[in-house]
Antibody, heavy 119, light 107 residues
Framework: EVQLVESGGGLGQPGGSLRLSCAAS????????MSWVRQAPGKGLEWVSS????????YYADSVRGRFTISRDNSQNTLFLQMDSLGVEDTAVYHC????????????WGQGILVTVSS | EIVMTQSPATLSVSPGERATLSCRAS??????LAWYQQKPGQAPRLLIY???TGATGIPVRFSGSGSGTDFTLTISSLQSEDFAVYYC?????????FGGGTKVEIK
């Protein structure tokens, strides 16, 4: 059974940093691209970032490029999202998601973790 | 950026009736379109990929159609567990983009 468990969320200061982790199990982690998708309170889904399982290539939404960094540790089956220069607009539930191979749509999602940016 | 527009924003349907949801892309996404279902407090669930292929374990009452810029998700006979928000997502071009969602509610 595929499991994706996010951690590292909570309260962040404007201009501060947080690092999200996603522990993956139940599938061959290195064979799949992975993504982060967020959802602001009461709003729809917004893609944040993706990383290839094949070559580690990374992709970002314009709203986070230059501030967020996605990475993965295939030896630990873990996905990361380093979030710097946080703004109030980054307040959302962040979902870790497993993509179908190297296709850019997720077939499994974590329950998500809340990030609140406030002073 | 490809803008995905879903309509209607809210759809009121009686159990057992058919629901038809629309998703339109601002430029062609070929067949690189997925549909998701999300219930309150839950993670999204993949329903359809490749515009018309059902994901594993998805009931046959869910079907997708379309290509290019116009897509449809049809739920042939709504069950109580189908009342939720539905999102489309294009994966043809970066950045990946989602539609704003259609809420299917009980009439």
């Amino acid at each position: 059974e595929v499991q994706l468990v996010e951690s590292g969320g909570g309260l962040g200061q404007p201009g501060g940093s947080l690092r999200l982790s996603c522990a993956a199990s139940g599938f061959t982690f290195s064979s799949h691209a992975m993504s982060w998708v967020r959802q602001a309170p009461g709003k729809g889904l917004e893609w944040v970032s993706s990383i290839s399982g094949r070559d580690g290539g990374t992709y970002y939404a314009d709203s986070v490029r230059g501030r967020f960094t996605i990475s993965r540790d295939n030896s630990q089956n873990t996905l990361f999202l380093q979030m710097d220069s946080l703004g109030v607009e980054d307040t959302a539930v962040y979902h870790c998601a497993k993509n179908v191979g190297e296709w850019w749509y997720p077939d499994h999602w974590g329950q998500g973790i809340l990030v609140t940016v406030s002073s | 950026e490809i803008v995905m527009t879903q309509s209607p924003a809210t759809l009121s349907v009686s159990p057992g009736e058919r629901a038809t949801l629309s998703c339109r892309a601002s430029q062609s996404v070929n067949s690189n379109l997925a549909w998701y279902q999300q219930k309150p407090g839950q993670a999204p669930r993949l329903l359809i990929y490749g515009a018309s292929t059902g994901a594993t374990g998805i009931p046959v009452r869910f079907s997708g159609s379309g290509s290019g810029t116009d897509f449809t998700l049809t739920i042939s006979s709504l069950q109580s567990e189908d009342f939720a928000v539905y999102y489309c997502q294009q994966y043809n071009k970066w950045p990946l983009t989602f539609g704003g969602g259609t809420k299917v509610e009980i009439k």
